[in-house]
């Protein structure tokens, strides 16, 4: 299965199994995570496997609302965009996992640093700018009850394209239907692409700030649905911040240029 095509049988697994995964598929999510990409350079996003799931839900505790064999906590430090460039080179590791067959859902994270530092590889702390984590995404199998994969008959609620774009070229039809099918926080689909002299400016609609973290790490896994899209269209395309303003009820988050 290629990424393009785990866009679209993927779907968030609520409910796992507790038999841990297969040791060979263990070491091949650690090899996925250690080798992550994303937008700013500046940045130190890094992925840990933690595969005695028991840790999370003690530390959790009732914030854990997904219960799973596994999880893979993300930290990074701050800078510009960290959220979005979080929710960019993760949805890529999620991807990879379902076309090893894996479950995976992105969980509220209400950890903080120095719950982890007994089993998380974390650098020295640098008082200004430390590494903390942003995100947890549990996998493992699903319940015998609940199928891996979306069925093309599953009803998925998510806007059109036009709803979520102006103005785009069907030269993109392929990664704007990606990006349609972008997990996010509570369902928002914060995302909107408008059209611009050499690309696309990409928005994110004003939400609550109690999901304000997430609303951003879900911009940036529906940019990576979009970069998916691209490549598999054969489009070549660059990621760059302009000199762009705010719109009335949206903020303004990157530029795609052609």
């Known amino acids: 299965m290629e990424l393009y095509d785990a866009i679209f049988y993927r779907k968030s697994i609520k409910k ?9 598929l263990m070491d091949q999510v650690k090899d996925i995570c250690s080798n992550i990409t994303y937008l700013n350079d500046d940045l130190n996003i890094k992925a840990h496997v933690v595969e005695r799931g028991h840790l999370i839900h003690f530390l959790m505790g009732k914030g854990c609302k997904i219960k799973a064999p596994h999880y893979i906590v993300v930290t990074s430090n701050n800078g510009d965009d960290y959220l979005q460039n979080i929710g960019f080179a993760m949805e890529n590791v999620v991807l990879q996992m379902t076309t090893l067959g894996l479950a995976t859902c992105w969980i509220d994270c209400s950890l903080k640093r120095k719950d982890i530092l007994e ?19 549990a996998f493992g199998y699903p319940e015998k009850s609940d ?6 008959k599953d009803k998925l609620d998510r806007e059109k394209v036009k709803d979520i774009s102006k103005k785009v070229d069907k030269s993109f039809e392929d990664a704007m239907e990606a990006v ?36 951003k790490i879900s911009m940036g896994i529906a940019l990576r649905h979009f970069d998916i899209g691209c490549k598999k ?5 660059k990621y760059e911040k302009l000199d762009a303003k705010n719109k009335i009820g949206k903020i303004y988050f990157i530029s795609i240029i052609e």
Not at 16 to 24: D, F, H, P, W
Not at 119 to 133: Q, R
Not at 233 to 237: A, G, K, R
């Open 147 to 152: 199928d891996l994969f979306r069925r093309k």
């Open 16 to 24: 796992y199994s507790n038999i841990r995964i297969k040791e060979y």
């Open 180 to 215: 349609r099918f972008s997990p996010s926080i509570k369902n928002i689909q914060p995302w909107f692409f408008h059209n611009s002299k050499n690309g696309f400016h990409i928005y994110e609609r004003n939400q609550k700030r109690s999901i304000n973290d997430m609303s």
């Open 233 to 237: 269209s054969n489009i070549d395309v």
């Open 119 to 137: 089993f998380v590889d974390l650098e020295e702390i640098d008082e200004e700018n430390p590494e903390n984590p942003y995100a947890v995404i």
